[in-house]
C-alpha cells in the first residue's frame, strides 16, 4: 500500500510556509502535537484529526519546561524514524520535529499559567509542569495556526488546561479530545510504558481497572470519599508505591467533588508509581 508523503520541517518559517500554502488554497489544517516514541493512541488522534481536515501536520517535541528537575527529560524515548513512518502511514503529511534553540531561542523569557484548572491533581505533584505545557501549546497553536488541534483524553488535565488557555486567549482553533487508546487488558498506552519491567506490566492494568470499578460505583450512587478509598486501597494492594492521586472531580473545570454522591457530570483521575515509572489514567463517570 502506498503511503502518502511525510515532509519533515525543523524550522516555524518552514512550518508556516507549509500551512500557508494549504490554507491559500482554502483548505482546513489539522494539528496533533506529540512528544514522540508514537503508539496507536497518538496514531489515533492523527486519524481524528484527518477526518476533521484536510492535511494533518503532527509535532515531534520534547519540551524540556513540562519536566521536573528529577523527571525523565535525557530519558524520555526519542525514536523520530519510525515515528515518521507511522505519522505517514495513517495520513499525517507534515512533520514539525524543531531542536530545542528553535522553540526557545536565547533570552526566551515569556511563561503561560493557567490558574484553577492547573493547579489540583498534576498541578499539585509536577510543580511547574503545566506551566510548561501551556507555554508550548501556546506557541505551538501560533507556529502551525491549525483549523483543528487533537489532544488525548489520556491526559484529561492537560486536555482542560489547553481548553481553558485557548478561550482566554482567543486562540482561532477548535480543541477536540479523543478517546484513550488502551491495551487489551485496559492498560492506557503511553510513552512511559516502556520503562515498565514485566512484573510491573503484568500489575499495571490494576489502574484501570480500579478507575473502571470506582466509577460504575459512583454511576450506582456511591459516596465520592469512600470510593475514592476503596479505589486507593485497590492500588495499594496491586502494588502501586506510592499513590500522588485518586480523586472524584468535575469533569470541565475539575473543582473537589463529595464528599457525597456525584450530581454532575465528573471524572475519576489518578496518578501512580509502579516502581520508579509513575502512571496517569482516568475515566468518565
Ligand atoms: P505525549 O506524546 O505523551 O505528549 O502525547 C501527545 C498527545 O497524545 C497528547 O494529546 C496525549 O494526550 C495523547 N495521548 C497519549 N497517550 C494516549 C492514548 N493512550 N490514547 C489517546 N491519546 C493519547
Not at 507549509?18 to 494539528?31: C, D, I, L, Q, S
Not at 487508546?181 to 510491573?200: F, H, I, M, T
Not at 450512587?221 to 492521586?245: P, S, W
Request: include cysteine; charged fraction near 25%.
Amino acid at each position: 500500500m502506498s503511503e502518502p508523503p511525510l515532509s519533515v520541517v525543523r524550522t516555524v518559517a518552514d512550518l508556516r510556509a507549509h500551512v500557508r500554502t494549504w490554507k491559500a488554497r482554502g483548505e482546513r489544517v489539522g494539528f496533533v502535537p506529540t512528544m514522540g516514541a508514537l503508539h496507536e493512541g497518538h496514531l489515533s488522534l492523527v486519524r481524528l484529526a484527518r477526518e476533521r481536515a484536510d492535511h494533518v501536520v503532527a509535532s515531534v517535541f520534547v519540551n524540556p519546561t513540562q519536566f521536573g528537575p528529577n523527571e525523565d527529560f535525557d530519558a524520555y524515548p526519542r525514536t523520530e524514524a519510525r515515528d515518521a513512518e507511522l505519522l505517514a502511514s495513517a495520513g499525517c503529511e507534515l512533520l514539525f520535529a524543531p531542536d530545542v534553540a528553535e522553540m526557545y531561542a536565547p533570552g526566551f523569557s515569556t511563561t503561560v499559567t493557567v490558574a484553577g484548572v492547573s493547579e489540583p491533581l498534576d498541578g499539585a505533584a509536577r510543580p511547574g509542569h503545566f506551566a510548561g505545557v501551556a507555554t508550548v501549546v501556546s506557541k505551538l497553536l501560533m507556529q502551525a495556526a491549525p483549523d483543528v488541534a487533537v489532544f488525548g483524553e489520556k491526559d484529561y488535565q492537560q486536555l482542560q488546561v489547553i481548553r481553558r488557555l485557548v478561550r482566554d486567549l482567543d486562540i482561532p482553533v477548535e480543541i477536540v479530545g479523543g478517546p484513550t487508546a488502551r491495551a487489551p487488558d485496559g492498560l492506557a498506552l503511553s510513552s512511559r510504558n516502556a520503562y515498565l519491567s514485566v512484573e510491573e506490566r503484568a500489575a499495571a492494568p490494576a489502574l484501570a481497572r480500579a478507575l473502571t470499578a470506582a466509577a460504575e460505583q459512583l454511576r450506582a450512587g456511591a459516596a465520592v470519599d469512600q470510593t475514592e478509598a476503596q479505589a486507593r486501597a485497590a492500588l495499594e494492594a496491586a502494588g502501586f508505591r506510592k499513590i500522588d492521586y485518586v480523586e472524584v472531580r468535575a469533569a470541565d473545570d475539575l473543582a473537589r467533588l463529595g464528599p457525597g454522591p456525584v450530581a454532575a457530570p465528573a471524572r475519576i483521575l489518578a496518578a501512580a508509581f509502579l516502581g520508579r515509572t509513575r502512571l496517569i489514567d482516568n475515566i468518565a463517570v
